[in-house]
């Protein structure tokens, strides 16, 4: 598998394309934030070495605490904080494209400091072994949950423990794989629950969620992945059950 910093040279450059797919990534997040303007604080479960789905986020909410299973991608994202890490400035720039900001340049680094200024902690955190004691507005699990959940059973226990960190009116952005029984790091497939709108939209009803807004990008087939499904829930009860988890 490929470490943080490998991983980060692969698949997100310092000077990207933006072809379809990534556009399509930053799109969905400025909208949905923007949109929705949410407040309070933000719970990132399994953010990798990646910043791009907090940038507009960053704007609205008074606090991101960051997790992730691997240190060393803990670590990444404290270097970029620290000014030493991978550069995020074109997905930035990016973000604000298509925020429609008024821009001269001087926004890209701004930006950069009140995504940095907002991340609270970075923790690690195992999704399917530990209970965050606080609760969060906004919770976001992109491209996480699905791989590492090679069953329904286990997929629908880490999405569970997931929304148990929601506050009673808090919303869950998600991001999966759609229609991919694995997925691919350093050349080695690895198993992961196989999701399509249609299966995710039924998990989420049975687990007290409403979805606000779905949508869905097919790819290729030689693509590494079948295409991706974003969603934005809200929860319809005060409190999930929880029992899945024990």
């Not at 991340?119 to 209970?131: E, F, G, M, P």
């Not at 998600?174 to 690895?190: C, I, K, P, T």
């Not at 999701?195 to 989420?204: A, N, P, Q, V």
Request: glycine share 6%.
């Amino acid at each position: 598998m490929l470490n943080p910093r490998e991983y980060l040279s692969t698949y997100y450059a310092s000077d990207p394309s933006f072809d379809y797919e990534e556009g399509f990534h930053l799109n969905w997040w400025q909208h949905c934030y923007d949109s929705k303007k949410p407040s309070g604080s933000m719970l990132v479960i399994g953010g990798g070495p990646i910043i791009s789905p907090i940038i507009t986020a960053a704007k609205y909410l008074t606090k991101i605490d960051f997790t992730d299973y691997d240190p060393d991608c803990l670590e990444e994202v404290n270097e970029w904080i620290e000014g030493r890490g991978h550069c995020w400035n074109a997905y930035i720039r990016k973000a604000l494209e298509l925020e429609s900001l008024p821009f001269d340049g001087s926004e890209v680094s701004q930006r950069a400091q009140l995504i940095k200024d907002k991340i609270a902690s970075l923790k690690q955190y195992d999704v399917l072994a530990t209970k965050l004691d606080e609760s969060y507005e906004v919770v976001d699990a992109s491209f996480v949950l699905e791989c590492m959940s090679a069953s329904r059973e286990v997929f629908i226990k880490a999405l569970n423990s997931a929304l148990s960190h929601l506050s009673e009116n808090g919303v869950f952005q998600g991001a999966f794989l759609n229609r991919s029984n694995r997925w691919v790091s350093g050349g080695a497939f690895h198993d992961c629950f196989y999701l399509t709108e249609d299966s995710i939209t039924e998990i989420f009803a049975s687990l007290g969620m409403e979805i606000n807004k779905i949508a869905s990008l097919s790819l290729c087939n030689d693509s590494r992945t079948g295409g991706y499904i974003f969603i934005q829930a809200k929860r319809l009860n005060a409190s999930l059950d929880t029992s899945i988890l024990n």
